[in-house]
C-alpha cells in the first residue's frame, strides 16, 4: 500500500515539469467562396516533424532551406490525409500550396474548385498522426465571412459533417453539436466507459483479485467516488492537468494495479486506498471528454452534463461488473487458476500498460 502510494508521488514529482508542454493545438479554417472551397491547415513546426523530419541539423528551429526540401513532402503527407467528400463523393484539391511564416509555423492551404452540393464530409485523420492528445480547431465559414460550424477536433474524433439545405453553403441545417440533454449525455457516459479501453483493463485487474461482493463493491465505490471528484473539478476548471501528463499516468495506474496482483499474490488487502488515489488520475481522464465538448469553458449549463455524463460512466461501470465478476468469482473456485490464472491476466494487463505508456510519451 504504502510503497502503490509513494510509486504515485514520485511520478507525479517527476511529471510535473511537464505542465509547461501544453496538447499540441493547430487550427483547419475553411471558406466557401463561389463554386470553391479553400481551407488552411496550420501546424506548429514541431508538430509536422512527426509527419516529415525538417529539423535535419537538430538545432529546434526549421531555416527556409530545410524547409523547402521537406516543402512537398509535407504539403503532400497532409493532403493525403485530409479526406474531402461532397454528397458522398471524394474531391481532390485542385491546388496545394504550403508555406512557413515569420513565427515558425506551417501553413498549407488547400483550393477545391467547382464545387456544389448539401453534404459535405471532412475527415482530417493527420491528427491521429500527430502527437498523443493533439487537438484541432475547425471551423467553416459562408461567402460572407460568418462561421457555419466549429468544433474541436481529437484523435478520436476527426470527422465532421456539415449539411446544407440548398446547393449553396449559406443556409446549413445541421452543425456538429454536442449533446444538449439528459439522455445525451448519459448515452455519452456509457459510451465513453465501454470504449474506454485503458480504464475498463485497469477497473478489471482491481476485480480479478476481489474475492466476495463486499470486496469488489468497496473498490468499485472507492473508484467511483475517487474520478467523480476529478470529474467535477476538472468540468468546472477549478484544476486544469495536461492530458499529456493524464495519459501516460492512467497508464503507469494499469502497470502498477498489474505488477501488485502478482508480488502480493492476488492479497486485495488495502486495496481500497489504492483504488481511491489512482481513480483520482482517471477522473482527469474522464473529464477531457466534456472539456473537448467546451463543456465549462462557457457560462451556465455544467451541472446537468456533468451528472448525465458521470451517471453514464457509472451505469455503464455497473453493466460490466455485473458481467464480470460472476465469471471471475467461478473461476476463483479453481485453485489452477488462483495460481496460474491470475497471475497470467494481471501480468498481460501491466504489458498493456506498458505499451501504453511507450505510445503516450
Known sequence: KRSGLALLLAVLGGATHLLAHEVGLSSATWQWQTNQLEGTLTFAVRETEELVPLDRDRDGRVSPDEFSLGRDALAATIATNCQISLDGV??????????????????????????????????????????????????????????????????????????????????????????????????????????????????????????????????ITCFTVAHSITLGVATFDLLHVSSRIVEPLIAVTIIYVGLENVWKHGDPHGRWMLTFAFGLIHGFGFASVLRELGIGARAGGVAMPLLAFNLGVELGQIAVAAIALPLIWQLRKKEHFLRYGVPACSILVALAGAYWLVQRL
Request: hydrophobic share 45%; charged share 20%; proline share 8%.
Open 90 to 219: 471524394p474531391v481532390e484539391p485542385g491546388d496545394i500550396r504550403c508555406q512557413l511564416d515569420s513565427s515558425n509555423n506551417v501553413d498549407v492551404v488547400l483550393s477545391f474548385p467547382k464545387l456544389q452540393g448539401k453534404e459535405l464530409e471532412l475527415d482530417f485523420l493527420v491528427i491521429r498522426l500527430l502527437t498523443p492528445g493533439h487537438r484541432m480547431f475547425f471551423s467553416l465559414r459562408d461567402p460572407t465571412g460568418q462561421t457555419i460550424a466549429e468544433r474541436l477536433l481529437n484523435q478520436n474524433s476527426t470527422r465532421v459533417l456539415v449539411q446544407f439545405d440548398t446547393d449553396t453553403p449559406a443556409a446549413p441545417a445541421t452543425s456538429p453539436a454536442p449533446p444538449t440533454s439528459f439522455a445525451g449525455f448519459l448515452k455519452l457516459g456509457v459510451e465513453h466507459i465501454l470504449t474506454g479501453y485503458d480504464h475498463l483493463l485497469f477497473l478489471f485487474a482491481l476485480l480479478i483479485v476481489t474475492r466476495n461482493f463486499m470486496s469488489a463493491l468497496q473498490v
